[in-house]
T-cell receptor, first 118, second 114 residues
Framework: EAGVAQSPRYKIIEKRQSVAFWCNPI?????LYWYQQILGQGPKLLIQ????????DSQLPKDRFSAERLKGVDSTLKIQPAKLEDSAVYLC????????????????FGPGTRLTVL | AQSVTQLDSHVSVSEGTPVLLRCNYS??????LFWYVQHPNKGLQLLLK??????LVKGINGFEAEFKKSETSFHLTKPSAHMSDAAEYFC????????????FGQGTTLQVKP
């Protein structure tokens, strides 16, 4: 079974530029998550989708970050304009659904995109 | 609100010796707790999870963790470290919202010396 795919794996930009990351979840997974992992810290959830609807975006800096999942499959995360403090690894994860009768489903993580903002 | 604190940012052991990675949690109700491992340039992988069944949880690669409510701890252990265990380890608690949000600790880097 193919895992969660992300691209690009690395990106270097200058501050005030724009950048976009792409994620393709595991086939059949309805829930998709974007996390930000700053160096030396644990991942922090930015946004969670259930199919193409947003479930939680409470920690997404909406003045500069946006995300979409138009067809309920793959997703893009955009930063515009980037700041120095956005340098981090951006992780995408997916799960069958965030909750079923048996409880919450396991999240499977992609390898991440490492963003460096100069 | 739920949170986890990993008590060591860096742990160094020799190959073949026991591993102990410490985690304390804070939760207003019975928590769901996890340990994830992150190898360089690879995705996070679930090691084990506690969801209010047995307090001693066995995971992959010989790791296990014990849920101790009286101590609000969920420490990760392994009897004998392998070189391949060198990685970043995260203690995680599920948040209180009905979205199943995961809240990660700061991480512990495990170094295994030959």
């Amino acid at each position: 079974e193919a895992g969660v795919a992300q691209s690009p794996r690395y990106k270097i930009i200058e501050k005030r530029q724009s950048v976009a990351f792409w994620c393709n979840p595991i086939s059949g997974h309805a829930t998709l998550y974007w996390y930000q992992q700053i160096l030396g810290q644990g991942p922090k959830l930015l946004i969670q989708f259930q199919n193409n609807g947003v479930v939680d975006d409470s920690q997404l800096p909406k003045d500069r970050f946006s995300a979409e999942r138009l067809k309920g499959v793959d997703s893009t995360l955009k930063i515009q304009p980037a700041k120095l403090e956005d340098s981090a690894v951006y992780l995408c994860a997916s799960s069958l659904a965030f909750r079923t009768r048996g409880g919450y489903n396991e999240q499977f993580f992609g390898p991440g995109t490492r963003l460096t903002v100069l | 609100a739920q949170s986890v604190t990993q008590l060591d940012s860096h742990v160094s052991v020799s190959e073949g010796t026991p591993v102990l990675l410490r985690c304390n949690y804070s939760s207003s109700y019975s928590p769901s707790l996890f340990w994830y491992v992150q190898h360089p340039n690879k995705g996070l992988q679930l090691l084990l999870k506690y969801t209010s069944a047995a307090t001693l949880v066995k995971g992959i690669n010989g790791f296990e963790a014990e849920f101790k409510k009286s101590e609000t701890s969920f420490h990760l252990t392994k009897p004998s470290a392998h070189m391949s265990d060198a990685a970043e380890y995260f203690c995680v608690v599920r948040g209180s919202s009905n979205t199943g949000k995961l809240i990660f600790g700061q991480g512990t880097t495990l170094q295994v010396k030959p």
